[in-house]
């Protein structure tokens, strides 16, 4: 696929109508570009040339993601937790309600090094090439653009790839350590920042946005004190003349790492049907706080958890927002609205919240196109919009690829990319953005920047591995360009 032919056309002609169109601001909002994701699950990415590319992956993320014109980048580096009670789930079976499993703890933490590699516990020096490695990914990534999220994740590392178990759900704290006598301090956060003062040592004027971890309220809501405790061992170990923002970030419901939602009440499910299908997402009302599950918990470290709040310098939320067929820009503000009432349930000021000055981020943000559970369920229409989480993972193919198969999913994602540039444009709407990142692996991947689930052409070997078929939309990566171009900073 000739990306740069394919994207310059649409990109010039959206430039055009959008300058003829003329949107004004509204206020001193100011517009927010919809920047990439290089999202990384396997130490050898970090810093090795694997499969025959020329140069690792991250290096080839970042380098492709640089192309849509952000310049601001979020990396997403993963660690993953094991717990032996999963150990012989079958990878491939579809168990559509694992992602409400709250009965979640850490044996042990571990990294892999590819896909097919054992997950092995940490030890002192495997933590060590952790951090050198992710300061030459980093080191590059400081070079490329003038800001970088970094997000970690902690996935479950045996169990269904279909739909796992989720970290959100895993209440772990993060200074107590696992029976190898790690931490997810010591394993992700600690050699994070070490490497990022690295690799910021000489960027004056570029900003590093650290956050917590990516989507993990259960740990945040239940352990704030420790994360008070990281915020400030962190502040005091930024040596780096770059600017440093300490943040947190949620998924858009059950911030406590606890089913504090009812079902929906229209019965909105994905498929295969599954017991807590209406669950899916959190659309159904907000229980009060005191009917949360492990309230007494979360009430007896409140205090702390506002306090988090307070000194948060960004809150992020991963804004998959659910739209029906005629997509406005105000749908795009639902996650947040959710979120905020998450916080205003437990009595959190959010009005204060919003006019300290604090910055609002989508950290994730997408629209994958599945209308199944288990990611494998290509959606043929609108209804691909109440479901925006859910989307294809499986290897490439013409036919799983909604956005292919179904020219009323297509035009169904160009309107919600419309609506989402639109509120961005205007730097949010009744909340402001003040950052927004795509979540690019899978179908929701519309840049075709990540590797997975694309064809790729690997005869050719150079920095850029051309890509044959994957679920690249070049309309929708043109729209974002264009945008980009007018309101990267
Ligand atoms: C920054 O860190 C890199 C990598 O560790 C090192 O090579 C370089 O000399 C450092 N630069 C400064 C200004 O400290
Ligand atoms: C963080 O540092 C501040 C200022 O030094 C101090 O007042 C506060 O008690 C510290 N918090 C924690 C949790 O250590
Ligand atoms: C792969 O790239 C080479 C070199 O550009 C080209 O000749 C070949 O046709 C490509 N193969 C496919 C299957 O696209």
Redesign the pocket.
Known sequence: MGRKSDHHQPAVLLLLLELLLAIPSTSAKAGVELSSSVILFYDSELATPMYGSAVPQCELLLRRAVRHGGKRIQLVPTHYWYDKRYESQDQNACLPDNWADTDLRVDYYCSKWAWDAPCKPFTKKSIASFRDAMRKCLSLAVQLYEEVLIAPHLDLVAGSSKRGKWRNMLRFDPLQKDRHGNSYWEIMLQPLLQAANDAFNSSKGKTLHFAMGGEMGGTLLNHPAQYLKIFNATRAAWKAPARLQLGVTFYHAYTPGQINHQPDPKGVKPLPDSPLGTLDGGYGPLLPYDKWPGVAQLRAVLPDFKRLLQEAQFIGVSNYARAPADVQPSHMEGSTAKLLAEFAAMGVDTQQLLSSGKQLIWNEFGLGGGIGSCNDVPGIDARIGLFPWLGITGSYEQKIDPFKQSLAAKEYLKKYYAAALQLLAAGGGGYPVHGAYMWNVASWDVQGIHTSAAVW?T??VQADW?V?KGFAVADVAGMIQAHNTRFRH
């Open positions: 052409n005869s050719v051309p044959r």
